[in-house]
């Protein structure tokens, strides 16, 4: 699963928050396919979906979307 930001501060804030949380990530370069306004993108386990989500809803971090990779690319889980 990987997560995209519209921002580097929001995805500062999200590495740390996930961390915190112990939840196994990697900080790396958003995917071409995927559109977003920050560079950086953090990848996670899709075991842990439901309690990242809940960390960015609960501490209102700012996100481009989350999406999984598929064959051809990438699809979408959420979009904003």
């Not at 960015?56 to 979307?65: A, C, F, P, T, V």
Request: charged share 30%; proline share 4%.
């Amino acid at each position: 699963m990987l997560l995209a930001f519209d921002s580097t501060q929001q995805a500062l804030r999200a590495e740390m928050l996930l961390e915190y949380a112990d939840i196994e990530i990697d900080i790396r370069p958003t995917p071409k396919e995927i559109t977003a306004g920050c560079a950086l993108s953090i990848e996670f386990p899709g075991a842990d979906l439901a309690q990242v989500q809940e960390i960015i809803e609960s501490e209102n971090i700012e996100i481009r979307g989350i999406y999984f990779k598929k064959e051809d690319g990438y699809g979408t889980i959420v979009e904003k």
